[in-house]
Structure formats: C-alpha cells, structure tokens
C-alpha cells in the first residue's frame, strides 16, 4: 500500500525507509520535535521532500493527479479546521470533492456515502449539528467520517487521540481497529501514549530527531530498552493478560 524510500526532508527528516501493507494499522511513537506531522505533510505531497521516494500503491507519489490521489489516500491533521461552523454533514460531504467537478453538485450516490460513512462511526444523530457544538471525541469521529467519505484506501492520523479524555480515547482507536478489520482500510498515526500503540497498532515505529531508529510490536522483547532510547527515561514493564504495558519510572 505504501513504499518509503530514504525520505528526507530539509534538516528535519533523515533517510526515512519503511512499507505498510494494506489493511494494517501502524503507529509512529516520538518525542515531540520529532518530525511525525512533517512526515504525514511530505507522504500527503503537502511539502515536498528534499530527497527520497515514495510509493503509493507501487505507483510514485509524484505521478498522482491531486484528485486522484485523495481518492486513495487521505489526511486527518491534529488540529482540524473548517472555515464556517459548518453542520456535522456538510462537513463529511466535502469528502466527496474528489469525486465532483466545480460545477457538479453533489449526487444521491455522494449523499448516501456520506450517510453510511456517519453510520459507521455512530454519529448519525449528529448531523445538523454545528460541528462547535461537538465534544473534541465528537470532532474526531466527524473528521474521520469525511476520510470514509473520500474512501480512501489509506488514512493518516495526526495524534487522533490528542486532547480528548480515556474513555474517547479508547472509542476513537476501537473505530479505527474496527474500520481496519472489517473494511480492510489501512492507518498509519502518530501517538504519544505508548500503551495505546501497543494495544490498537500491530507495528510501532520509532521515530526520533526525524531517523526511524526502531520498529516494535506488542510482543518484542526489546520493548523497554527501544522506548527508554526514544524517550530517554526509564520505563517499567509489566505483563496482565498476557499484554504488555510500560510505565515510566517516578
């Protein structure tokens, strides 16, 4: 689904290399100043690399129309904006703007996407909400829904889980391992909480000072000794049905 090949990106990025199957939810782990939303930007061709290639679909990045590739590929930012308090479902609708020219309204078939996508995620009832009125759980939902709308194949989170208390948290990446198990969509996101990670994603990379220094997985033994390099402090590991946790050491 996705092929990097030694991306880097001015003094941020160094010689990033790795490949995400379809249908797999991948997790990026790093400190902040890492370079994990500069990376999302550059495999969204929202900056261009200084050197490197990527691969979507074993087609270059490059070599994609802008239309074409957000039918494929799609972006959800940490901090999503919208330029009028919008309702919920006008929001999920310019999902479909790939799929429309500037003259076209949307059609039936676009509508009844839009209504599945907001079925999916559970928030139907929300849709002649204004999207200020949501909770920040709710927002996230709303956002994804308009990368379902855009069905697109890969989806890239910024920090999916930024802000929002334990209990949405947990909704949010249930959806996600959801929408990657029954509708074999592929993830790859940013986290900061590694216990998340271990718990949602089936591979974990590390990235530290913009170099990949690691891969992880829930059951590597190397676990500990990786997160203490990346975050440079000491973790505790402990085991509870037969799952792994870390926690850092006060």
Do not use: W
Request: glycine share 6%; hydrophobic share 45%; net charge positive.
């Amino acid at each position: 689904m996705l092929r990097v090949n030694a991306l880097s990106y001015k003094h941020i990025l160094k010689e990033i290399s790795f490949t995400v199957k379809k249908g797999e939810i991948v997790a990026i782990l790093g400190p902040n100043g890492a370079g994990k939303t500069t990376l999302f930007r550059c495999l969204m061709r929202l900056l261009k690399p200084s050197k490197g290639n990527v691969y979507l679909k074993e087609k270059p990045l490059s070599a994609y129309q802008t239309k074409e590739l957000a039918r494929v590929a799609a972006y959800c930012p940490q901090s999503p904006k919208v330029g009028f308090d919008y309702q919920v479902r006008t929001v999920v609708l310019m999902g479909r703007s790939p799929y429309l020219s500037p003259l076209n309204a949307p059609s039936a078939k676009d509508f009844a996407v839009v209504e599945k996508a907001m079925e999916t995620l559970g928030i139907k009832a929300l849709a002649e909400r204004p999207l200020h009125t949501l909770s920040g759980g709710q927002q996230r939902l709303v956002f994804l829904a308009r990368a379902l709308a855009q069905e697109a194949e890969l989806i890239f989170l910024d920090e999916p889980t930024a802000h929002l208390d334990l209990k949405h948290q947990i909704h949010v990446l249930q959806k996600i391992k959801d929408l990657a198990r029954e509708k074999g969509l592929t993830f790859v996101m940013n986290l900061h909480d590694p216990n998340m990670a271990l718990a949602y994603a089936g591979r974990i990379l590390l990235l530290k000072a913009g170099r990949l220094i690691g891969e992880l997985s829930a059951k590597d033994e190397k676990l500990k000794k990786a997160l203490e390099e990346l975050y440079e402090i000491e973790f505790s590991l402990c085991s509870l049905e037969n799952k792994l946790f870390v926690f850092p050491r006060i």
